[in-house]
């Protein structure tokens, strides 16, 4: 039982460029995220998912795009790459159990655009 | 305003010293609550959920005032390995639950 993986762990790339963050769960949960996580800043919800098929816009979804073809997986997607968006990205998946939303987190993807 | 406001720290304590971090929300709409720890270049784990009667886990005791709008984490008898980042993490319930995370309060145990 992996429980999140995200690949690639690290990644540099130059502004304008385009790349895809992979997230994997094998916990069957219907719920996936995608935040990044800056300095003196909390986590913040890029896009999540509540199904195979779904997606929706988190708080700051500008300059990505995800897609959710299998439970399992949530891509996250950067078309044309800027240095603001130089940061660590996290994948979760989740529950709802018991009325409220139990969140488990990958290792993160630092990426650095230069 | 920030929605989840933490004091960054540093907090820098002995060990076995007793520590204790607050954690003020701003939406009163807020369900539930968390503190999530969060090791350096490491992803967030759920340490453990607040409720409004209190809760303890071992040398960790969590609180909640929703009166007040804030939540508390104490941590007694300090070890090396609490050294960490808390993240203290609100609830909104919605179309789907959404979190809403503070920016953490860092913790540094000393010999």
């Known amino acids: 039982n992996a429980g999140v993986t995200q690949t690639p762990k690290f990644r540099v790339l130059k502004t304008g460029q385009s790349m895809t963050l992979l997230c994997a769960q094998d916990?069957?949960?219907?719920?996936m995220y995608w935040y990044r996580q800056d300095p003196g800043m909390g986590l913040r919800l890029i896009h999540y998912?509540?199904?195979?098929?779904?997606?929706a816009k988190g708080e700051v979804p500008d300059g990505y795009n995800v897609s959710r073809l299998k439970k399992q997986n949530f891509l996250l997607g950067l078309e044309s790459a800027a240095p603001s968006q130089t940061s660590v990205y996290f994948c979760?998946?989740?529950?709802?159990?018991?009325?409220?939303?139990?969140?488990?987190f990958g290792p993160g993807t630092r990426l650095t655009v230069l | 305003r920030k929605e989840v406001e933490q004091d960054p720290g540093p907090f820098n304590v002995p060990e076995g010293a007793t520590v204790a971090f607050n954690c003020t929300y701003s939406n009163s709409a807020s369900q539930s609550f968390f503190w999530y720890r969060q090791d350096c270049r490491k992803e967030p784990k759920l340490l453990m959920s607040v409720y409004s009667s209190g809760n303890e886990d071992g040398r960790f005791t969590a609180q909640l005032n929703r009166a007040s709008q804030y939540i508390s984490l104490l941590i007694r008898d300090s070890k090396l390995s609490d050294s960490a980042t808390y993240l203290c993490v609100v609830i909104i319930s919605g179309g789907y639950n959404k979190l809403i995370f503070g920016a953490g309060t860092r913790l540094a145990v000393h010999p």
């Open positions: 979760a998946s989740g529950t709802t159990s018991g009325g409220w939303d139990t969140q488990y």
């Open positions: 916990m069957n949960h219907e719920y």
């Open positions: 998912s509540v199904g195979e098929g779904t997606t």
